[in-house]
């Protein structure tokens, strides 16, 4: 007896469960029956897509928050040309299959503009299907070369390649090096992304690759062998283009084993100072280019910065800085085209893309950036030296 | 004779309604969809839920007809999207875009899997106890890394391979980089379709409930029921569960080609080709019911709607869903219930099953 009773409560409660999904779920599909048509409200629904859970969720999160603080700001600010923005954001978990399901049910929802994705293979995905609607979006970090390559989608952030040569021709213009080592995930797109145009960039300059060693997202916990080898080859300068959690493991490394070479990193690198257990004393002299530094002294980035520390408790990393940039660059995107919330995604769409190679934007991971029609930014990223456990400018 | 004729006659039966409940289930959907009624998202997931329902079928015969655990199904699957997805997209090179290159895809996809699994199970169905797992698992996450390390470019000289990167493939003028290491495919095409899906799921189902319900269906279940008396009776036991295993290891190449053509890009990532893949394909088979293959497209159908339909939870999502998967599992397994379960259907079957319970 006491079995089914068990049993009742457990089904009562997966139905009540259901029901609360149900009840939502009927909101969407009413404003479902207007998605392709003018929406009728004085809104723009503004989506957005991103791991919030799995192993990418970090750069999920990220981006959510620097969305969501900058939405608030502009709707507290008296929103776009009056209208206020309604945002929502779906999880894709990193998965481009998954990336899809998101989309579709923004769409449902009745997305008008995409800021998003956050991770380059969902990216290259969604975009296939926004350019099939003729969406707008524009993706805070999605670097991969492909992610831009349909009319409809712009990005924020530097492409892979720009990344590798931009480094390349600092590493040269400076002659920080003569010997250079390079050290990368080949299981990342981004990493081998930016690698892979360092080495091409690197056979026009003065410097010499050395030695190139590479490590997987299985194997990313010992770098003693990949070292190792750095230092038999003499490259007095390790190019470590990946994320700054891998590269505190480097750098604890290199130290215990005595090897001292100029690090030279890209944007990725950006947040190694706030690693928990990282003695910040071993990141003293790396070199990186970033287009986002959050001790930076600014007006912009020092309100960004405290919000963000005010509302999550930690210090945003360039995602979320790109995400709040994306967000303001929707905004003039939308003032420069008078465009108003009544407009089908299409419409929009439509006007934003020549919007977007008018306006200027000044922003956080950036100055004066504007766009041209192949959806990349145009701007200058910044090198930094970590000084004191604090970057500066070099 | 009448108990063996009785008995074939559910057999059928039960073959019988797995299918029309395709059937009618793709009949339902696509008037649905037809009508305007479904969202984008029911739409998008129709594909998906074929893919699923067909990985889940397949690993049902290997571990739940031929009694052997895999772990690395998604493997397989892995195996089979890839070597369709670089035919496919050298055809698109090619100029070619066509239903038959899809229908020589999925042939190429099956073969390629089933051969993987073939190899595979050559050494280690020999064995006895857990050895299936054990490499099926490492084998798994091999695949995944070796393809993340793959550049495959095409020129008008003829394809080029590295694994170093794709500047080393030094491809002449007009020529494309099918795979780009870890970020894959790109600019695939996409041939996968609701029909098509429906169509492959319903030809897996067939086959399988023939295949289950013959000669060679009834060895393999006698041999995992027990080794020792199926082996005195002159079968041969580990070519018997080979055969199992390799046309499970092919319908899950089937089901990584649709995968691979339903999307634009596809990447060896750990979420769709990883050991979580796996064990998610395993879930379905568990809670479907070992052997049992209409259970297990339910319980892929729901296992793979539910995570969507909880995005109403927004960060709780995963959350919600791991409490309601394991509370399903506790009611779909648990023997008590399964007691009540039965008691309650035999009452709703009262008229049929009355003789029974007038003999007890």
Not at chain 1, 71 to 86: F, L, R
Not at chain 1, 114 to 120: E, Q, R
Not at chain 1, 238 to 252: G, K, R
Request: net charge neutral; charged share 15%; hydrophobic share 45%.
């Amino acid at each position: 007896m006491k079995k089914i009773l068990s049993f009742f409560v457990g089904i009562s409660l997966i139905v009540s469960l259901a029901a609360c999904g149900g009840a939502g779920n009927t909101q969407t599909a009413s404003s479902n029956s207007s998605s392709g048509a003018a929406s009728g409200t004085s809104t723009y629904k503004i989506g957005g897509i991103g791991p919030i859970t799995g192993g990418a969720a970090i750069y999920g999160q990220a981006v959510q928050r620097g969305i969501q603080i900058a939405v608030d700001e502009i709707n507290a600010n008296g929103g776009i040309n009056g209208s206020k923005i309604e945002f929502r954001f779906e999880d894709d978990e990193h998965d481009a299959e998954k990336a899809v399901n998101a989309y579709n049910v923004l769409k449902g929802w009745g997305m008008q503009i995409l800021i998003g994705t956050v991770t380059s293979s969902p990216c290259i995905q969604v975009a296939a299907e926004t350019s099939a609607d003729n969406l707008f979006q524009i993706t805070p970090s999605g670097s991969a070369v492909e992610c831009v390559e349909n009319d409809t989608v712009f990005r924020v952030c530097f492409s892979d390649p720009d990344q590798g040569a931009a480094s390349a021709k600092y590493i040269n213009d400076k002659k920080l090096a003569t010997k250079v080592g390079v050290i990368y995930d080949s299981s990342d797109v981004y990493s081998t992304g930016v690698r892979e145009k360092f080495a091409e960039e690197a056979k026009k300059c003065d410097f010499e690759i050395v030695e190139t060693t590479e490590f997987t997202a299985d194997t990313k916990t010992d770098f003693t062998t990949q070292l190792q080898k750095l230092k038999s080859a003499g490259a007095e300068l390790v190019f470590m283009p990946f994320y700054y959690s891998e590269a505190a493991i480097v750098l604890t490394q290199a130290n215990t084993m005595d090897y001292k070479p100029i690090f030279f990193g890209v944007d990725g690198l950006d947040g190694i100072l706030t690693v928990e257990n990282f003695d910040i004393k071993l990141a003293e002299d790396v070199m990186l280019l970033t287009p986002f530094i959050a001790d930076s002294d600014d007006q912009l980035t020092k309100n960004f910065v405290n919000t963000y520390k005010r509302l999550y408790k930690e210090v945003p990393n360039q995602f979320a800085a790109d995400a709040y940039d994306a967000a303001y660059i929707v905004k003039a995107a939308l003032e420069d085209a008078g465009a108003n919330p009544n407009m089908s995604y299409s419409e929009l769409c439509d006007v934003l893309k020549e919007s977007m190679l008018n306006i200027k934007v000044n922003g956080l991971t950036g100055e004066n950036m504007t766009w041209n029609e192949s959806g990349e930014p145009n701007k200058d990223p910044k090198a930094v030296i970590i000084k004191n456990g604090a970057y500066v400018g070099a | 004779m009448e108990q063996i004729r009785n008995i074939k006659n559910k057999q059928f039966i039960y073959s019988l309604s797995t299918a029309l409940m395709v059937i009618v289930g793709y009949a339902i959907m696509q008037s649905v969809i037809n009508a305007n009624l479904a969202s984008p998202l029911i739409k998008g997931l129709m594909v998906p839920l074929c893919i699923y329902s067909i990985l889940a079928i397949s690993l049902n015969l290997v571990v739940g007809i031929s009694g052997e655990l895999s772990l690395g199904h998604a493997g397989f699957m892995c195996i089979g999207a890839f070597a369709s997805c670089i035919f496919t997209r050298y055809m698109k090179w090619l100029g070619n875009e066509s239903l038959l290159i899809f229908i020589i895809a999925i042939l190429i996809g099956a073969v390629a899997a089933g051969l993987a699994g073939f190899l595979i199970g050559i050494p280690v169905l020999r064995l006895r106890g857990d050895y299936l797992a054990i490499v099926t698992l490492a084998f798994g996450e091999i695949i995944k890394n070796v393809i993340n390390a793959i550049y495959l470019g095409v020129d008008s000289t003829g394809f080029k391979f590295s694994m170093k990167d794709s500047l080393d493939l030094n491809l002449g003028e007009g020529g494309i980089v099918i795979i780009k290491g870890a970020q894959g495919i790109t600019n695939a095409p996409r041939y996968s379709t609701f029909l098509i899906g429906a169509i492959i799921l319903l030809i897996c189902v067939v086959i399988l409930n023939n295949f289950i319900n013959s000669y060679y269906g009834r060895n393999i279940m006698a041999i995992r029921d027990n080794r020792i008396a199926a082996e005195s009776i002159g079968l041969n036991a580990s070519r018997y569960k080979l055969l199992a295993f390799t046309i499970g290891s092919a319908m899950a190449g089937v089901a990584g080609v649709l995968y691979a053509h339903n999307l634009n890009t596809l990447a060896a990532l750990p979420k769709n080709f990883g050991y979580n893949m796996s064990i998610t394909i395993l879930v379905f088979v568990v809670l479907g019911g070992m052997g049992n293959i209409r259970g297990s497209i339910i319980s892929a159908v729901i296992l793979t709607v539910l995570p969507e339909f909880l995005r109403e939870f927004s960060n709780y999502r995963m959350l919600v869903y791991s409490i309601l998967l394991v509370t399903l599992m506790i009611f779909s397994n648990a023997p008590a219930l399964k007691d009540f379960r039965e008691n309650l259907l035999s009452k709703i079957n009262f008229g049929k099953n009355k003789k029974l319970i007038n003999k007890e």
